[in-house]
């Protein structure tokens, strides 16, 4: 008892910093101590609540012969375990106590998994019908990491439907997005946070899940069958001069899986005080194609007005192009592999005279102090693709003239060591009606598009 005596005498602010030292199963068992240690030690227990299985790096734990290359940030399977009870844990908490323990979440990590491969039936259950409920209560969270990295789709619609009226996590300063979160999630988020208070903004990745006029997500195989469709190629729905967006499509129901980037234009021109930015750009090689998509060269396009649109004020600038996932290959998947690292290097230098041109700029950058490049000279065998890796330390070596009269040093590493996913959309199917509504809609647009 004297123990627990002498520590209940520190003032609040040492005993804060006592509380800075203890591990979360420690501080658990300081709330479950006695009444006086529980209302102190919960606003440090619940300061940072991290659900997430996001950001454990690699998972050699799940390698093999066949998957050599694991990492979480690729698949929420993979050091997930538990996690999907534990976040049920908090749900419930939050639901029953409210007004005691929302409040003090100042920090919040989540990995949107929904399901555990134990549940019986597969499908959401009661509580999880609150998650939308529960974030809205977090008012008071300044850093947010939030992640869907689901190979599988889960076909429940509440997944993908946030009410409108719902305001998430207003007060956030540092913001992370990562995979592929539904659109409407993403959006109520930004519309909800002061964006000229954000300091911090990391997209990692951040894909559409993709969707078709019934709401449901959009197969990979109509996405990739619609690739090279002419009503996809002439329909320009962002205009650069002006930030405008053209919303046929949306107004339509249709929205393609791949690199995300609608929400992200009304951030441009907005964020006056981001001092960080971190943009992880998917592995566009990924998709099987021999060219990258409209969506996909737009959202290079607004990815770059959105770095310029922070110019006076940016301090660090990393743009990180994610490699693909490493596989044993031999014979004929071996040369497909070839041909794909070839068409890295065939887009890596167009993406980066993108971000390069913004540098050459004068007067601009007052306060950036660093800027770091990864992943766009990864090594190839052919001779084709040497050649492009020639252009490319070109424009690295105008970047690095561009920044050095600002007396930054440009921070470059050829290979990216982390893995991402192009996410193209789930192996699944739609009903005949929802395919029919979903053509109906094209047709339209593409009618449209040829009257104006």
């Known amino acids: 008892m004297s123990g627990q005596s002498l520590l209940l005498k520190y003032p609040d602010d040492v005993f804060c910093l006592i509380l800075d030292h203890c591990e979360h199963p420690s501080l658990y068992n300081l709330v479950l101590t006695n009444k006086s240690l529980h209302e102190r030690c919960n606003r440090q227990l619940y300061r940072t609540v991290n659900l997430a299985s996001h950001n454990t790096g690699r998972r050699t734990e799940y390698e093999d012969d066949i998957r050599p290359d694991v990492w979480a940030n690729t698949n929420d399977s993979w050091g997930s375990d538990g996690l999907v009870r534990r976040q049920r844990s908090f749900l419930r908490t939050i639901t029953e106590c409210s007004d005691e323990h929302a409040p003090l979440v100042r920090s919040f990590s989540w990995t949107l998994k929904w399901l555990d491969c134990d549940d ?96 449901s997500p959009m197969p990979e195989n109509i996405n990739k069958e619609g690739w090279d469709e ?78 310029a649109s922070i110019a006076p004020n940016l301090q660090t600038l990393a743009i990180h192009f994610l490699r693909r996932i490493r596989w044993n290959l031999s014979g004929s998947a071996r040369n497909h592999d070839l041909s794909v690292q070839l068409f890295r290097a065939s887009i890596s230098k167009p993406i980066l005279e993108t971000f390069c041109s913004l540098f050459s700029r004068a007067g601009e950058w007052p306060l950036l102090q660093s800027v770091s490049f990864t992943g766009f000279l990864e090594k190839n065998e052919t001779q084709e693709a040497h050649e492009h890796l020639e252009k490319i330390l070109a424009v690295r070596a105008e970047m690095e003239c561009s920044l050095a009269s600002r007396g930054v040093t440009l921070e470059w590493l050829d290979e990216s060591t982390i893995p991402g996913v192009l996410f193209l959309g789930y192996d699944s199917s739609i009903s005949e009606e929802s395919l029919s509504q979903f053509v109906k809609a094209y047709q339209r647009i593409e009618l449209d598009q040829i009257d104006s």
């Open 120 to 215: 019986d039936p597969y499908a959401l259950s009661q509580i999880d019908r609150q998650v939308w409920t529960v974030f809205s209560r977090l008012t008071n969270v300044e850093s947010l990491d939030l992640a869907s990295l689901a190979m599988e789709e889960i076909d429940d619609p509440y997944v993908r439907q946030i009410p409108s009226s719902l305001s998430l996590f207003p007060r956030v300063t540092r913001l992370r997005l990562m995979g592929w979160i539904p659109h409407d999630l993403v959006g109520t988020i930004l519309r909800s946070i002061d964006l000229s208070k954000l300091e911090s903004l990391s997209l990692s990745m951040l894909q559409e899940e993709g969707k078709v006029p019934d709401g």
């Open 230 to 307: 002419p009503w996809r190629k002439i329909l320009r729905r962002y205009s650069a001069s002006d930030n405008t967006v053209d919303s046929s499509l949306m107004a339509a129901g249709i929205i393609f899986p791949g690199p995300m980037w609608l929400p992200i234009v009304p951030l441009i021109g907005k964020l006056l005080s981001l001092q960080h930015l971190q943009i992880q750009i998917p592995p566009l090689e990924a998709s099987d194609m021999d060219h990258i998509s409209p969506d996909q060269e737009q959202y290079i396009s607004v990815m770059a007005d959105l770095v």
